[in-house]
């Protein structure tokens, strides 16, 4: 996973291949103070869940798969 | 064959982030850990097709991605999955800081269509690159920056954000999300 770019910033990909590919009319230009706020809200609500960490449903199931394919070769 | 301890680490490892994306996608906590659940029963399944040196996180969200829309085509036939459902959802959640803006947030969202909710999501939150976003998704580049342009143009729509300051959050909704920000 990269890291997360900042909204608004100068955009890497743009190059004149992407440029001239318009499926639809471009929509209206958000300000940059606009984009970050989105971005802010976005991550939180992201950020909430990840916090969350890896419940114990996955880290058992994959102790269990494990104990599966041991078991499977012998 | 034993699992190899690093193909495990790095499964558990995005299993955050493939639960953030998840509930994104569906809106409802219990479906999107059946989701990451069966992404990860068929991520080891097929772990050949892995390519070791290439993105794990990459991978496995591209497993759920498709999951998730052929699930989803199939409960559309079967039943109406509509708003009222989501909003039943929505406010079984517990509420958090800055709650009623999350929760807003969350509303808004979900009313994206949900190829422009991806593509947010994806470049907005989960980190990735355009051009990842592009193959998990199994499209162009510049199909994903349009939705995503899109979605953010509908979500300042949606929650009426405009160029000012004077609906900004207050100091204290800044400072939480300025303290939960990466560094």
């Known amino acids: 996973m990269s890291e997360r770019k900042s909204w608004g910033a100068d955009d890497p990909m743009e190059t004149a291949s992407t440029r001239t590919r318009k499926p639809q009319a471009k929509p209206a230009k958000l300000s940059r103070d606009v984009q970050a706020r989105l971005g802010q809200q976005l991550r939180a609500m992201y950020d909430d869940v990840v916090s969350q960490g890896v419940p114990d449903r996955f880290t058992e199931l994959l102790n269990r798969l494990e104990a599966d394919k041991d078991k499977d070769s012998r | 064959m034993a699992m190899d301890e690093s193909v495990r680490d790095a499964v558990l490892a995005a299993v955050p982030s493939l639960r953030a994306f998840a509930i994104s996608l569906s809106g409802n906590v219990d479906r999107a850990d059946d989701l990451v659940q069966e992404t990860l029963l068929r991520a080891l399944a097929n772990i050949d097709s892995f390519q070791p040196g290439t993105n794990m996180s ?126």
Do not use: M
Request: one cysteine or more; hydrophobic letters at 35%.
């Open chain 2, 58 to 183: 990459a991978w496995l969200f591209t497993i759920l991605r498709n999951h998730f829309r052929s699930e989803y085509r199939k409960r559309r036939r079967e039943v109406e999955d509509g708003e009222g459902r989501y909003a039943e959802t929505l406010k079984s959640q517990p509420e958090q800081y800055g709650q009623v803006e999350l929760r807003e947030f969350r509303e808004a969202l979900s009313k994206l269509p949900s190829d422009q909710r991806e593509a947010l999501v994806l470049v907005g939150a989960s980190g990735f690159s355009y051009e990842e976003a592009a193959n998990i998704c199994g499209c162009a580049v510049g199909t994903i920056k349009s939705r995503v342009n899109r979605a953010r143009t509908r979500l300042a729509e949606l929650l009426d954000i405009h160029n000012t300051e004077d609906i900004g959050p207050d100091d204290t909704t800044r400072a939480v999300l300025a303290g939960h920000d990466h560094p």
